[in-house]
Each structure stands twice: as structure tokens, then as C-alpha cells.
């Protein structure tokens, strides 16, 4: 009995070792003379589901809005004017559901390059795939990790989130000198996520590197439901100024409770874009809101002719000013035509070729155009790492209860104010 | 000619088996089917562990994340600090979850906790544990962490392809299975249904209520810790939100939808609703974003109204008729072996 059993299994067993044998990877076709497909596929791979679909379902319109103005423009000229396609895949909320939607997109459209995933463990899985299969992934996921894990076909064009956190203290540091105040004591906070670190990690290095002492620093559960305690250690460790990477709620939370209690410092900056200056939690807040700021990887008030006509677009379509994830794509849509026209003309033979494709992307450097206009810096180029070391976050201020752009100074919108007026010490 | 049930049953059981081991070859050249039929198999062993403790011992068990979790963890901080291969890692990781479910359900069962309040117990634990590997620092912390890259390295169960993974989900599947077949049929098995039916009468029968219990846990712990292992090497990172509470009662569900008890119930289950959803969001997720769940969702209601006992009983039930007409035995019609 159990012979035949043993029998039953053995031959597809021998089966299985043969064909695995055969099999180490995925054969690679060879490449032949490039024959130039008549359009170019483009890839959106964003949570559209489950607790992050906010922002990727504003990330998707972002590229939509960039396909089209991209496509009116005339497409990638250096190629004969190809248009872009944009095929869209939901990521959904886990890594298994992330690299299911990396492979099921990649399989079914063959996409040159692929947008997105904007939360960093769902970028993390993804790329794992687009790396084997060579397509270019854009990231909008900030967390500085995502480029640091050596991936060659990964490119993030948005400020890191340590640059969030270093261009909060950056501003803090500015508006101080310019204002005359003083300050050296400085109090670093922020939620428990892997983004909330990062943030923290690089105003540490910022508050270092511009001789601030740093008075206290804390780690918590972005969830929390009471933050008087940590109001009161910020109190007794006397900061001059708060730098503070929240959600959304523990944002809310804490300038009620700074509030509530008096204890307020000479200034609280928000950093990593999440909480105090969005349209809600100005609405939450109501006056609280008042003087909070906090730091963006896009600019909607970039006084550009390509930024006026995206935020148009934009309101027409959704009611509302482009979000973070919206900027963030819209941009880094503009970013990949300008690699495809470089390919086109650097590898003119097979310029869609992921190596010729990410060749280009290495050696661009671009200081104008509407991917720049769009951009909150004014340099964009591409370390081996795929980060761009000229970017620099935007800063918003809630002023008379409206986000305005307050630094860099020179793209300002409107004067910052520093220090709080009703700062206590 | 007639021929005997039991033939009948291995000959299909063997061509099933042939035509799970043929799948990978048939469609390897397709990464993406690759890695949907490995997520079927990864959820029918899940929910097949899950029918250890749910469907017989009838525990409304919310924390396969857990367990898988701390499978993950284990084995993915052996690999990363030590270099211990995954495959040891995945005997310690199952071990890991064991201990823990021992720490957990010997005093859950001692002071009879059980029903409901078992369910938000097991589903609490799920949340309290992501909270603490974010906090421990030196094995988990916010920012994930990475399994080194290998595009094929048996040692470090790191591959570029999903074949072996497959292989690997498979082999799990079928203990699994052996092990829910075994325990189905033995002494065991038979005073966790009872249990599972009545817990006080069981009792009073004299069968060791918190004994049975803590050991059909420590059984699915192991397996679904050991699948942990693999877990992490297929998505090569671990973080704290593999502690998915989510995930956890998407395992129940498959397990209730699958047929309580029912030992290929669960993996039934998963085959048709992971498959389905996952057809339903890769062809609708993208244009209507969140209209394959409202589809799923119906499906599960559809399901729970007309079909209670589960899809198992369906299909046992027309394999019964098949089973008769080859058969010719009318008795297979009125059998009713438990577990099977």
C-alpha cells in the first residue's frame, strides 16, 4: 500500500527536479534592433485601497493630470513624439498585496517605468520586483531606507525625509537670524513609523550641524491618546523652539494641548508634511492652527506658468489645491520625459532599453522646464543612490488660517511669522 | 468494473497532487500568476493550520498574524545578524510561535476564556505584539528591515524566482494537511470537535478541556510560525506591520467560509476567494478603486446565507454522488466520516 503510494508520488516529483533544474531564472530574451512601440506605457502602482488610499488615489490623479499636459506638449519628441499611456494597479495596504499588483502590472503592460507605492514597507516589497525585471521605479515613498537598500533601478525625485526634517530646522534656523530672536535650545519629536524616524534622524543632524542643543527628543506611538505628559517634559525642558514630525489626530492632540496648558515655546514646526497645515486639521483646529507649520515635497503656490496651469487642472478637477502626493507625482511624471528625451538622444538605438533608460537618468540635470517649475527646488539630478541631493522641502505656514508658502524665502507667498506672539518662553 | 472507494480517493488525491506540482512548470514563464498561486497556497496553510483550532476545537481564533509574525521575526533576525539559514530558522521560528501560544493560551484555557471573548483576546494579541516589536529596538523598531538579496540561494531561501517558494508553500500545504487528517481522525481529534461542540458536555464526558485546547494551538502555532519563515523571505523585509490584524481575520474568515472542521475546507476556501479576489482587484482596483471589496464582501454574505456550513459540504456532497456513480456503492452517499 504505502509502495504504491510512494510510487504515485515519485513521478511527478522526478518531474518537478527535472523542469527545475532547467530552470535558474527567467530567460531573457536577447535584444534585437529596437523597434519603437507606439506609445510608451507608464506604470501607477499606488495604495488605491485600504488606510493609505487618500493619498494614492491623489497620487493617481497627479499622473494623470502630467500624461495629459505631457501628451498636448507633443510627447517624447526625442523619439518621434511617442505618447505616454498610463496603466494603473492598486497596491493595496500589505507587502503581499503590493508586490502582487508590482508583478500583475509589470506582466500584463510591460511598463518602461512605474510610479509610486508612496508607503515605504510597500515600495520596499515592490522593488524587489521591478529590480529583477528592470523597469524603473519613481518612488514617492520618503523614507530615507528606500534608496539605501541598492537598488539600481530606483529613482526618487521628492526630498527625502530626513531633507523634511533638516529643512524644518533650516527654517526654524533662518527665521530666527532674520528675526534677531536667539535660539539654541531645541526639542525634537516624533510618531513611531519609519517615515517619523527618518524625519527625526535628519533635524537632529540639522540642529547638530547648526550648533543647537538638542533638549529633548521623543519617540511615540502615533496612535497616542494623551500627550499631557509630553507637553509637560517639553515645558520643563524649556526649548526655545519644537520641531515635530505627527500623523494627523496626534497632530491635532498636541496644539490643543500646548493650548490648553499655556506652555507654549517660541515656535513649533511641523516636518514630513503630515498634520497642522493641511486643509482638515486647519479645520479641526480652527484657530489653534494658527502659526503651526509644516514642510512639503511639492509647492502649490511655485509661481511657474507649468505650476499655475497644474494647479488649475488640478482644482478643476478635484475641488481642492494639488496635495503632497498629487505635486509629488505630477513632477516626477515630468521628470521621466525628461529621461526618455535624453535616452532618445544618448541611446538613440534602443532608448528604452531599462540600462540606456537609467543611464539617462543618471546623467540628467535639469534647471528648467516644467518639471523644474513644478519642483520645490530648482535642481534636479540623480545620485548613483537614485536621490536627488539638490532637493529641499517647501515650507507652509498657517497663516490667518491659511497654508501659505513661507520658505525658501525667495519662493515665498507671503512673510513668515517668528517667533509665535503668543510664545510663553 | 467497479472499483473501490478508498482507490478512487488516492487516484484523485495523487492526480490533485500532480497537478499542484505541474502548475509552476506550466506557468513559469509568468511571474505574477507565479506569485498568485504561491498567496493561494500561503493562505490555504494558514487556514488549514487555522482548522486545527478553529474548525475542530472551535476556538474563534483572530491571531494567525501573530504567530506568523513572530515565525517572520525569528527566523528573518537569525538570518540578518547570524547568518542562520531560513530553513533552520523556520523549525526555530515555529518554535518561538509555539512558546509563545504556550505563555498565551495555557492561562487563557486555565481560566476558561473561550467563545468571544477568546476571539478579542487572540485578536488583541495580534495589536499588543505590533506595538512591542516597534518598541524593541533590536529586533524590530519602525524602519524595516531587509533579508540580504540572493537572485537564487537555497541557504538563504532567497530567490529571484517564486518556483521554490512555491515548492516550499507546497510541502508546508501538504503536512499540513497530513497533520489535520492525522489529528482529524485520532483520539485527539475527536475530543476537540466534541469540544468544539459542546465544551461543557465534552467535559463532563471527561475529556481534558484545557489539555486538547493548548495542544491543537501549540500545532498551528508551529505550522503557521514555520510559514512565518517563508513569509519573510518572499517579501525580503520584516517590520512590525506583518502583525496584521486584518490578515489574521481574513484567515478565520477563509476557515469559516471553508467548512468548520473540515480538513480541505479551508484550503477550498482559499483557493476559490483569494484567487477571486485577487482576480477582482488586479482587473477592477485600478479604475473602480474600492468596488472588488464592496464584490467580496458580497460573495462571503452570499455564501454565509446559503451555504453556512460551508463550500466543503458543497462539494463533498457532489463528489459523494460522483464517488457513488463510480463506485456504485450507494453507502459512500450516507457516509459520514468525520473530517473528511
Known sequence: MRGKVVRLLLVPAVLVAIVLSSCGGPTAEEAGPAELPDKIVVGCLEPLTGAHAVFGTEAKIGMEIAIRHINEAGGIQSLGGIPLELVVEDAGETADSARLGAESIISKHHPVAILGLYISRLTVAASEVTEREKVILIADALVDSVTAMGRQYLFRPAPKASQHGASAVQFVVEAAQQTGVPIERIAILNEDSSFGRSNATGAMQAALDNGLTIVYQKEYPFDIADVSSIVNEIAAAKPDVVVHCPYFMDAILFANTFRETGEIPKFIAGMGACGYTDPESIEALGETAEYYSNTYSYNPAKDTPQNRRFVEDFVAETGHIPTEAAGMNYYAMWVLKEALELSGQLHPDDPLNPDNLRDAFLQLDLTSGPAVETYPGDRITFTETGDNPYAVATILQVINGEPKVVWPFEAAETEFVFPRPDAKY | ?340
Open chain 2, 1 to 340: 468494473m467497479r472499483i473501490k472507494a478508498t482507490t478512487f480517493n488516492r487516484v484523485l488525491l495523487g492526480v490533485l497532487l500532480a497537478i499542484a506540482l505541474l502548475i509552476p512548470l506550466l506557468i513559469r514563464t509568468n511571474q505574477y500568476n507565479l506569485v498568485l498561486v504561491t498567496t493561494v497556497l500561503l493562505f490555504g496553510v494558514l487556514a488549514t493550520a487555522w482548522n486545527i483550532i478553529g474548525g475542530m476545537a472551535g476556538q474563534l481564533d483572530l491571531a494567525a498574524f501573530a504567530y506568523l509574525g513572530l515565525g517572520a521575526f525569528t527566523s528573518g533576525t537569525l538570518l540578518i545578524r547570524w547568518n542562520v539559514s531560513p530553513w533552520i530558522g523556520m523549525i526555530l521560528g515555529g518554535l518561538v510561535a509555539t512558546g509563545f501560544a504556550v505563555l498565551v493560551g495555557f492561562p487563557l484555557f486555565r481560566f476558561r476564556v473561550r467563545e468571544v471573548w477568546y476571539a478579542l483576546t487572540s485578536s488583541a494579541l495580534v495589536e499588543v505584539l505590533k506595538v512591542a516589536f516597534v518598541m524593541w529596538e533590536d529586533v524590530g523598531g519602525p524602519v524595516e528591515r531587509y533579508l540580504p538579496y540572493y537572485s537564487f540561494s537555497l541557504y538563504h531561501m532567497r530567490f529571484g524566482t517564486y518556483i521554490p517558494y512555491y515548492y516550499i508553500m507546497l510541502a508546508i500545504l501538504v503536512i499540513a494537511i497530513v497533520v489535520n487528517y492525522r489529528i482529524g481522525r485520532s483520539k485527539l481529534g475527536f475530543y476537540l470537535r466534541a469540544l468544539g461542540e459542546d465544551e461543557d458536555a465534552a467535559e463532563i464526558l471527561g475529556v481534558d478541556a484545557r489539555a486538547c485546547k493548548l495542544k491543537a494551538l501549540m500545532i498551528y502555532a508551529f505550522i503557521v510560525g514555520a510559514t512565518g519563515a517563508v513569509y519573510a523571505c518572499m517579501y525580503g523585509f520584516i517590520h512590525p506591520s506583518f502583525f496584521s490584524g486584518a490578515r489574521s481575520t481574513e484567515v478565520a474568515i477563509l476557515g469559516i467560509v471553508g467548512g468548520m472542521g473540515i480538513t480541505y475546507g479551508p484550503l477550498l476556501a482559499a483557493v476559490i476567494l483569494v484567487s477571486a479576489r485577487e482576480f477582482l482587484r488586479a482587473s477592477l482596483g485600478g479604475q473602480m478603486e474600492s468596488l472588488y471589496l464592496v464584490i467580496y464582501s458580497v460573495v462571503l454574505i452570499l455564501i454565509a446565507l446559503f451555504r453556512p456550513q460551508g463550500i466543503a459540504v458543497f462539494f463533498r456532497d457532489a463528489y459523494r454522488k460522483l464517488l457513488s456513480k463510480v463506485t456504485g456503492d450507494e453507502h459512500v452517499l450516507r457516509a459520514n466520516t468525520p473530517g473528511i
